[in-house]
């Protein structure tokens, strides 16, 4: 079975701030995807960052890097230098070779402060 | 980067009505797309997986006959929700792309379902 998980159902952060969300899997497959996705208010799902099982370098995208643990099989968020429209729900998901499916975590609602 | 065209946006009707919804991948040949359900601030949770030119894939617990599903081509899917009622009501979003797991998928804007 596959399965994410992401403990934080919301978080505070000033701006200008870094802040971590955290994401956990569990898969048998050797194969998988990890993503994240942030969904604003408007409900569209934007495309973050991803991060292969067989990458051995951490993901990063501009102020967004991954912090791919795959031992403890983690997938944390890092956004650095937090700005207001940061403020958003925040999705880490797994991608496997069975059957490609797109499973989500329950997601993390961030609030950036002035 | 691959655009993926949803339609309605929102959409209200009677219940016992059934409601179509269009899932169009503009740029690119989608031969997979798949379909989420999501209520306020909860997870997307998939409903079903659909491939160009056979039957969906849906997930337990999921009525087949209640959200009919078509994938007639490579770049439209669509969702029909039939005898809506307002327990139905929840956002209906797409998403669109080949069945590999290192591969981003599309979505489309999503679709608000509101059954009087």
């Known amino acids: 079975a596959q399965k994410i998980t992401q403990t934080q159902p919301g978080m505070f952060v000033q701006e200008k701030e870094a802040v971590t969300l955290d994401c956990t899997y569990d898969?048998?497959?050797?194969?998988?995807?990890l993503f994240w996705y942030k969904q604003p208010s408007s409900g569209e799902m934007i495309f973050l960052i991803y991060?292969?099982?067989?990458?051995?370098q951490n993901a990063t995208e501009g102020r967004y890097s991954l912090n791919f643990q795959k031992a403890r099989k983690s997938a944390n968020l890092v956004i650095s230098a937090s700005q207001l429209g940061d403020s958003a729900m925040y999705f880490c998901?797994?991608?496997?070779?069975?059957?490609?499916?797109?499973?989500f975590g329950q997601g993390t609602e961030l609030s950036v402060k002035p | 980067g691959a655009v993926v065209s949803q339609h309605p946006s929102r959409v209200i009707c009677k219940s016992g009505t059934s409601v179509k919804i269009e899932c169009r991948s503009l740029?690119?040949?989608?031969?997979?797309m798949f379909w989420y359900r999501q209520f306020p601030k909860q997870s997307l949770m998939l409903m079903a997986t659909?491939?160009?030119?056979?039957?969906?894939?849906?997930e337990q617990g999921v009525e087949k006959d209640k959200f009919l599903i078509n994938h007639a081509s490579l770049t439209l899917s669509t969702l029909t929700v039939t005898s809506a009622h307002p327990e139905d009501s929840s956002f209906y979003i797409c998403?669109?792309?080949?069945?590999?797991?290192?591969?981003?998928?599309?979505f489309g804007s999503g679709t608000q379902l509101s059954v009087l």
């Open positions: 998403s669109a792309g080949q069945l590999i797991f290192n591969e981003k998928l599309f």
């Open positions: 898969t048998s497959d050797q194969s998988y995807g």
């Open positions: 991060q292969g099982s067989y990458d051995e």
């Open positions: 998901a797994m991608r496997t070779n069975q059957g490609g499916k797109l499973i």
């Open positions: 740029d690119f040949q989608a031969t997979t």
């Open positions: 659909s491939n160009e030119g056979s039957k969906a894939t849906y």
